[in-house]
């Protein structure tokens, strides 16, 4: 009877796990393809007074990741940043505000548990305009893993990020913007762990289009910069030109812009809530985003059922890169992908496309797309620090190109 036991324990343990497409990718840590939930613990949200109110510290806002501070000396201070919980990719994302009753000079030390600096340091005066700290009043340490921040506080809240804030309400905004084109329908397509609306895109103006592109972004709450090209990459697929609206009519873009809205919002470096990096969940299926995001491409399709022509997953890393597919997997239409990134390098004359092609082993949203459409399918990288004009141009001729290879289909 015990022998029974070990034995059903030992198929449970192995029976469940699938053996192909679940192979961490080179650079995760241990652990990062179990996608069933995990502890994380929540930042404790509150403003740090020192000095009775003379300067102040807060990670009251959306995106917001600042978990300790301590005053060293009059002017200087040192935070602490850990992430949601551990071992974690190292996305070491920070933001808060810092305010002062007077003027003044201070110096801010960053420390980081399970992980070391990575992020320049974005200023904003609003949270919505921001630019990056000017070099003479930032460094680095790289044997540390910290950073020094010189800055100067008044009374008004000055905010400090590692990227640009896109919470998910200033997406949710710039996606009804969107809509007020009405070949633009946005949709609520399921709810995050924490309730949050996951919100979908759709551009045609061929309502029986059954010619899909399906686009992702934002599993990763810290991959600003992919959110920034791919909200210039669907900007150019709504403009007014015979390109584009030749386009319109014949194919439709379905886009999750933010699969993961509570890490967003929690300034988490990675994970969802449940803890999970998203985007080793696409053979598993064990969070809710990605089921949801999963079951509406299928429902789009009629169950994979219509053709897809293209489907991309934007994130961002140290630099520009696009993760493809190996030469041996075939796609319908075939070679398509070929053809586009053929075309981008020749648009892209100053720049060397980095493309590195990636098998299936890997339980990333790019293995089941390609597994189930058959589709050409990118991972498109973004820069951390890539100028964010060269950003949106790069990101509309992707678009451009995109749309000019699928017209001639
Ligand atoms: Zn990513």
């Excluded at 590692?162 to 913007?177: F, G, N, R, Y």
């Excluded at 053979?283 to 994979?304: C, G, H, M, P, S």
């Excluded at 597919?325 to 053929?342: C, I, V």
């Amino acid at each position: 009877m015990q022998m029974l036991f070990k034995l059903l324990v030992l198929l449970f343990v192995f029976g469940c796990t699938p053996k192909k497409n679940n192979q961490p990718v080179s650079y995760d840590p241990p652990g990062s393809t179990d996608t069933r939930d995990k502890e994380i613990v929540s930042q404790n949200k509150k403003v740090f007074y020192f000095e009775r109110g003379k300067i102040s510290f807060s990670n009251m806002f959306p995106g917001a990741r600042l978990n300790m501070v301590s005053q060293l000396t009059d002017s200087s201070f040192q935070i602490e940043i850990s992430p949601e919980n551990a071992p974690i990719n190292n996305s070491a994302w920070y933001a808060f505000q810092v305010w002062a009753k007077a003027n003044q000079m201070i110096e801010i030390t960053l420390k980081y548990q399970n992980g070391s600096h990575r992020y320049i340091p974005k200023l904003s005066p609003d949270g919505r305009n921001w630019s990056p700290i000017e070099n003479n009043f930032f460094s680095s340490d790289t044997t540390a893993g910290t950073a020094q921040l010189k800055l100067q506080v008044g009374p008004q809240k000055l905010w400090i990020s590692a990227q640009e804030l896109i919470t998910s309400k200033i997406m949710a905004d710039w996606v009804q913007k969107l809509a007020h084109f009405q070949f633009v329908e946005t949709k609520i397509i399921g709810a995050s762990v924490e309730n949050r609306n996951i919100i979908a895109v759709e551009i045609t103006e061929n309502p029986s289009a059954q010619k899909h592109i399906l686009i992702i972004g934002r599993q990763h709450p810290p991959e600003v910069t992919g959110a920034i090209a791919l909200q210039a990459f669907l900007e150019r697929i709504t403009e007014d030109d015979s390109l584009s609206t030749l386009f319109r009519q014949n194919y439709i873009v379905s886009a999750v812009p933010i699969v993961n809205p509570d890490g967003v919002d929690a300034g988490q470096w990675r994970h969802n809530v449940h803890g999970v990096d998203l985007n080793r969940d696409w053979v598993n299926f064990n969070q809710i985003e990605t089921q949801i995001v999963r079951d509406y491409f299928l429902q789009k399709t009629k169950q994979a059922q219509e053709p897809v022509f293209f489907t991309f997953d934007f994130h961002s890393t140290q630099k520009d890169i696009f993760y493809t597919l190996k030469e041996n997997l075939a796609t319908e239409p075939p070679r398509l992908m070929e053809k586009w990134l053929q075309i981008m390098a020749e648009r892209l004359p100053e720049e060397t496309l980095d493309i590195q092609p990636f098998g299936l082993e890997s339980p990333v949203s790019k293995t089941w797309f390609y597994s189930t459409f058959k589709a050409p399918s990118i991972t498109y990288e973004v820069g951390d620090e890539d100028d964010r004009e060269y950003i949106k141009t790069k990101a509309r001729i992707a678009a451009e190109v995109l749309m000019e290879i699928l017209v001639e289909q």
